[in-house]
């Protein structure tokens, strides 16, 4: 094997190895636990609702082990508290509707 062909070799390699998914850096490494992030409050998860939807369901998928995490409490939390707030909401628009029948 000459010089040219070690060096087509090893790029070859460099870039099929490139093309590999690799776990750390793959679809799975943007899915953010409750450990690999800061601790958010229950305000910013109400907030935010995305990352809260996020977080619950990853701690609601793992209660063994997340039950008592931070961000899965305050994710928690938020999520009751928005499921509350949504419900008031819609209680009041269906008084609302009730009461303008009635007149």
Known sequence: MNLKSVIAAAATVGILSSCGEDP???PQAELQTPSTIPVQTVEWYLEHKAE???MFKHCKNNPGELRDHPN???????H???HHRAMIKISEENLKALSS???
Do not use: H, I, P, S
């Open 24 to 26: 750390a850096q793959g």
């Open 101 to 103: 029948g009635r007149q």
């Open 80 to 82: 009751r508290k928005a």
């Open 52 to 54: 809260r939807d996020t």
């Open 72 to 78: 899965c409490l305050n994710a928690r939390e938020a």
